[in-house]
């Protein structure tokens, strides 16, 4: 479970966060929605213990990251727009690197390497050094990175950028049987149908504080609007800033 | 060892040796210094041989007047070819057509104010930009002798002893032995390859910091259960490993060619042990602590493997002028223990004039280098956890 109880985070005048307020379920996919600028990016780094919250808090469980930053950490599975890999290591190398720096011991990280393999489809390319996968194989491998330690909690920003159909059929179809084993697994987006299609709750964030939160069906009967993007455009109160 | 500096550079090493970029400057900086210092020294030997060897030839002019000058030239091993050049033209085209060491020219009246035992003028033509110095010595010798055995000669008809032209007799007793001389001289080689530790570590330090930035894999690094401390040390530790194995190896390198050479042949002699060798690479130990600690953090600021590689030029440039002082042969000043790279060249020349260091100077400058290190990778944690930087990684 993720909570962001009230939390402000300012970078010199801007605001980056302004009262950010919501929680995230286990077992259920929220999803984050919000123009660009509106502050996903600040409210991951805070849960990460890279940044910390001018006032309020965040929580992971029950592990402030402003005070033990390890600890949050090793509860938290992430995947950001910025895959970041080695182009000199294999797939199976990554997993290993992570999972050690994670705790994990030779034999675990080797079960736990095949399990994701087999959840996520890595056999392919397990063995392969990553320099010159397509986006779609990147992305896999920042998921098999994110999962391996087996996190209660999933944090993933943007991670549909640049997928194609098969890969984002395969990443929806992982994140649907994670949801089912119990993890809370958060999706920060600017994807409209994407967020429709596998979100349970949706938070919409704006100027850095949520606007609105409940399932997309809610939202638009709270809006009166039929889709989600005209939700989100009523919510938000703005036009631009919506990438289809 | 805390276990997250080992997982570090353990996958830090790994990444580095599969980079052809990291070894190939690590193999080509580990055999660039020896190997010039191998070609400078050799040039020296093979020059060295070819004069001993190698006939001096002269031309002269107006030979018919001096017989004798003749007779004592060849004596000496001179090869004289005699000449006809009545001009200074002439002798100026024969000079510069290069088959003589140099030209003697006897004037018309040289015979004649030689017999009158006036002042014989004789004129030595040479080109000093082409010529070697050495043939030139051996036949200005030749000459002068001549000239003082005619004085000794004309001193006894008139029934002077030659004792008198020697008033004062100089003789020279140089103790430096061959392996002293040699000493100072491959003190300063040593010294420079210890600048080489700026090289060998220096694409593993800009990779796993910069490279990092550049790859976008910081921030999901710097997200992962381990403290920003350790992160750092593991990827000091891995570019120390490979300035540490690249300094070992170019000291080897370094040591079988100056063995292989023969260095008696122009005076000198390296008669450095295994032992010896084993304590200067311990004395420059610390740099390869120091040197990847500084790149690191520094490129830790750029974004990009380029950006971070001009910084380290500058980084180069500070390096080069403490690696310098020792060239200009000053007198050693105490604080020249505290200044990393001039330390460690200070406490080289030390071994070879004394055969020994001293163990405070020797810890001053470990303790400087180790200190600076620690310094910078402090300032390098520092920066990684500060939100100023993570929100621009």
Redesign the interface.
């Known amino acids: 479970m993720l909570t962001f109880d009230n939390v402000y985070k300012s970078f010199g005048a801007v605001k980056a966060l302004d009262g950010l307020e919501f929680v995230a379920h286990d077992g259920r996919i929220t999803g984050l929605l919000g123009p660009n600028g509106a502050g996903k990016t600040t409210a991951l780094r805070i849960l990460f213990g890279l940044l910390n919250a001018d006032r309020g808090r965040a929580l992971i469980d029950a592990t402030d990251p402003a005070r033990e930053p390890l600890a949050a950490r090793r509860r938290l599975g992430i995947v950001t727009d910025r895959v970041g890999l080695y182009p000199r290591l294999t797939t199976r190398e990554h997993l290993a690197y992570f999972g050690r720096l994670h705790g994990m011991d030779t034999t675990a990280i080797a079960d736990a390497t095949q399990e994701i393999a087999a959840l996520i489809g890595l056999d392919d390319i397990i063995d392969r050094r990553t320099a010159g996968f397509s986006q779609g194989q990147r992305m896999k491998v920042a998921l098999a990175r994110a999962l391996l330690h087996r996190p209660g909690n999933l944090l993933l920003d943007e991670p549909g950028r640049g997928l194609d159909v098969t890969s984002t059929r395969a990443l929806r179809t992982a994140l649907l049987r994670l949801r089912d084993e119990g993890c809370c697994i958060v999706l920060a987006s600017h994807v409209m149908q994407e967020v429709d299609l596998i979100c349970d709750d949706v938070v919409v964030v704006a100027r850095g504080r949520s606007v609105a939160c409940g399932s997309s069906a809610e939202l638009c009967a709270r809006t009166g609007t039929h889709q989600l993007e005209d939700a989100f455009v009523a919510l938000t109160g703005i036009e631009e800033g919506i990438a289809a | 060892m805390n276990r ?1 500096w080992w ?1 570090v550079l353990h ?1 830090e090493l ?2 580095a040796l ?2 052809r970029r990291s070894l190939r400057t690590l193999a080509l900086m580990t055999l660039l210094y020896p190997l010039l210092m191998w070609a400078a020294l050799n040039n020296t030997i093979e020059r060295k041989a070819r004069s001993e060897n190698e006939q001096i030839r002269i031309a002269v002019s107006g030979a018919a007047q001096a017989p004798q000058l003749l007779a004592r030239l060849e004596q000496a091993g001179v090869t004289v070819d005699t000449v006809d050049a009545s001009d200074e033209a002439a002798l100026q085209q024969a000079v510069s057509a290069g088959r003589h060491a140099a030209i003697v020219r006897l004037p018309a009246d040289f015979a004649a104010r030689y017999a009158a035992q006036e002042p014989a003028r004789l004129e030595l033509w040479h080109d000093s930009v082409s010529a070697r110095p050495a043939q030139l010595e051996t036949v200005n010798a030749v000459l002068h002798a001549y000239g003082r055995e005619t004085s000794a000669a004309r001193l006894t008809s008139h029934g002077l002893s030659l004792v008198h032209l020697s008033p004062v007799l100089v003789e020279r007793f140089d103790i430096a032995t061959p392996a002293t001389r040699a000493g100072r001289h491959i003190a300063v080689l040593f010294g420079i390859f210890l600048l080489a530790v700026f090289y060998f570590g220096m694409d593993i330090a800009i990779d796993s910091s910069a490279g ?1 930035r550049e ?13 920003g401390v350790d992160l750092i040390v593991g990827k000091w530790l891995a570019a120390a490993v490979f300035c540490a194995a690249g300094l070992a190896l170019e000291f080897i390198a370094g040591h079988f060619m100056l063995q292989t050479l023969p260095l008696e042949n122009i005076g000198l002699a390296w008669q450095v042990d295994a032992l010896d060798l084993t304590l200067l690479y311990f004395i420059a130990l610390p740099l390869c602590l120091l040197a990847p600690a500084l790149q690191i953090a520094i490129a830790l600021n750029s974004r990009s493997f380029k950006e971070a590689q001009s910084s380290m030029m500058l980084v180069l440039v500070v390096a080069l002028v403490p690696a310098f002082v020792p060239a200009l042969e000053l007198e050693p000043q105490a604080w020249w223990y505290r200044v990393p790279l001039l330390a460690e060249q200070t406490l080289l020349l030390d071994m070879a004039r004394d055969g020994a260091v001293g163990t405070a100077n020797a810890a001053t400058a470990m303790g400087v280098a180790l200190a600076l290190a620690a310094a910078c990778i402090a300032f390098a944690a520092h920066r990684l956890t500060s ?1 100023r930087y ?2 621009n990684v």
Do not use: F, N, T
Not at chain 2, 215 to 227: F, H, N, Y
């Open positions: 997250h997982i996958k790994r990444d599969r980079d990092e790859r976008r894999s910081l921030e999901i690094l710097l997200a992962q259960p381990i403290r939100e993570v929100i």
